[in-house]
């Protein structure tokens, strides 16, 4: 094949695609755009239509109902209930209500939203040791996340003081851990069983340091904690030591040795 006539092959290809119909001519490219306004149109529909905006909100499992309905009837008002689904509303409940663990919703068609809510079992008071106005609330699962302004509750709250700067801290947070909650069950069970009042715990980087009503300390370590239980129960039980008789015990001594005065 000479060079010319290759040539004039290729310019008549090339004259060719160029002739091709354009994309709005294909029939293909009409359905296409056909069924996405149909997509988009039905879509709307369920959005917009007054069947489907909010008229019923029922509320389970929260004490503050009246607040917390106010709060949702707010941002739902007039909205359309699959507004649910695409909102950020779970966090800002979170973050609105401290108290509340977690939320959960159920909708019933077309316009009636059912909300159960977990809320947090309090627990304990956690205080700075350096001052009884920065305390915060701790739930059964360790984790502070309320401020208290003072020790007014304490009473129905188990009291703990720490040395650590409260105040710095981002709520909700993770304060004790697993173990030492088991830890603080354990001296609390040994500490009723034996009638010994408790005031408050002091809860130490090393130790727990319980403290009495009468005045007196006991000091536990963290690193046998179970061993040092048994020991003091052992020596409550056979009276070695009376309650009310000492003012320190301590039993973080390795050799399983009893310092008591």
Known sequence: MSSRRYYKNRKKHYRYYQRKNPL??????????????????TIS???????FQIQEIKIEGYKSNKDFLTFYKSVFNNQNIFFYFFSNLNNQVLKSFPDIKNIS???VFPNEINIKIQERKPISLVCNQNSDASCFIMDNSGILYKKSNSQEGSKELLLIKTKLDLNSLKLPIKF????????VNLILDILEKNKLGLSYFELNFDDIVAHLRDGSIIYFSKKNIENEVLNLSFVLEKEVIKPGNFKVIDLRSEEDRIIFY
């Open 45 to 51: 529909l369920f959005f917009y239509l007054p069947i």
């Open 176 to 183: 004790l851990d697993e173990s030492t909650l088991k830890d």
């Open 24 to 41: 709005y001519k294909k029939k293909w490219f009409w359905k296409l755009t056909f069924g996405l306004f149909i997509f988009c149109g």
């Open 105 to 107: 919703a159920s909708f």
